[in-house]
């Protein structure tokens, strides 16, 4: 990716991590010479502005070894095999026809609860960007063909169809069902 490969990366991470653990050792030894030479660990603490824990585990490096190895290694949660994502399990509407759909094109609409609950269920249609967005949300939320039927227009579909963000799986059973969708996809790209 751009001229560089993982191996450089995990160079870099690599020699990070050998020079902040060397540093570390350094620093640690360091305090212990000065915690040595008479310094109390509250004073250590004050000057460095470290906490005291740091200063604790640099005066005894196994108790840092101890804290570290003592940290939960929490395995990364993976779904089980079975796992089937929502997108692919929720259940979208389809209209029998594009010519059906003879849903409003202009002025202002509110959509009722069951399709948008966000709060902002007002759409003023004459604009391009609000359109689009009551008819994505219609068309992942419709319970029913009357939903569709009520609130999308066929031939405003059509238009607005390359520019709407849809899941894969909705798109997909749209454009089975109409051919007209994707070729609208494909013109506009």
Same mark, same amino acid.
Request: charge should be neutral; glycine fraction near 6%; hydrophobic fraction near 40%.
């Given at each position: 990716?751009?001229?560089?490969?993982?191996? @450089? /990366? &995990?160079? %870099?991470?690599? @020699?990070?991590?050998?020079?902040?653990?060397?540093?570390?050792?350094?620093?640690?030894?360091?305090?212990?010479?000065?915690?040595?030479?008479?310094?109390?660990?509250?004073?250590?603490? !004050?000057?460095?502005?470290?906490?005291? @824990?740091?200063?604790?585990?640099?005066?005894?490096? $196994?108790?840092?070894?101890?804290?570290?190895?003592?940290?939960?290694?929490?395995?990364?949660?993976?779904?089980?095999?079975?796992?089937? +994502?929502?997108?692919?399990?929720?259940?979208? %509407?389809?209209?029998?026809?594009? =010519?059906?759909?003879?849903?409003?094109?202009?002025?202002?609409?509110?959509?009722?609860?069951?399709?948008?609950? +966000?709060?902002?269920? @007002?759409? %003023?249609? =004459?604009?391009?960007?609000?359109?689009? +967005?009551?008819? &994505?949300?219609?068309?992942? $939320?419709?319970? +029913?063909?009357?939903?569709?039927?009520?609130?999308? =227009?066929?031939?405003?579909? %059509?238009?607005?169809?390359?520019? /709407?963000?849809?899941?894969?799986?909705? !798109?997909?059973?749209?454009?089975?069902?109409?051919? $007209? /969708?994707?070729?609208?996809?494909?013109?506009?790209?």
């Amino acid at each position: 990716m751009g001229g560089h490969t993982e191996d @450089e /990366l &995990r160079g %870099v991470i690599s @020699e990070y991590q050998a020079t902040r653990n060397a540093a570390l050792a350094r620093r640690d030894a360091q305090l212990r010479d000065f915690h040595a030479a008479g310094w109390r660990a509250v004073d250590l603490q !004050r000057v460095t502005g470290y906490s005291r @824990e740091t200063i604790r585990q640099a005066l005894r490096p $196994e108790t840092r070894l101890a804290a570290n190895n003592s940290r939960r290694k929490t395995p990364v949660a993976r779904p089980p095999a079975d796992y089937v +994502s929502y997108g692919d399990r929720k259940q979208y %509407v389809v209209a029998d026809t594009l =010519d059906e759909l003879c849903g409003p094109t202009s002025g202002t609409v509110v959509l009722p609860h069951h399709l948008d609950w +966000s709060g902002n269920a @007002e759409y %003023v249609l =004459d604009r391009p960007a609000r359109l689009a +967005s009551m008819y &994505r949300t219609v068309l992942a $939320e419709a319970g +029913s063909k009357d939903d569709l039927r009520s609130w999308l =227009d066929g031939t405003s579909l %059509v238009d607005c169809w390359p520019t /709407l963000w849809l899941p894969a799986q909705l !798109r997909n059973l749209w454009e089975s069902r109409f051919p $007209e /969708l994707s070729a609208a996809r494909a013109a506009a790209a």
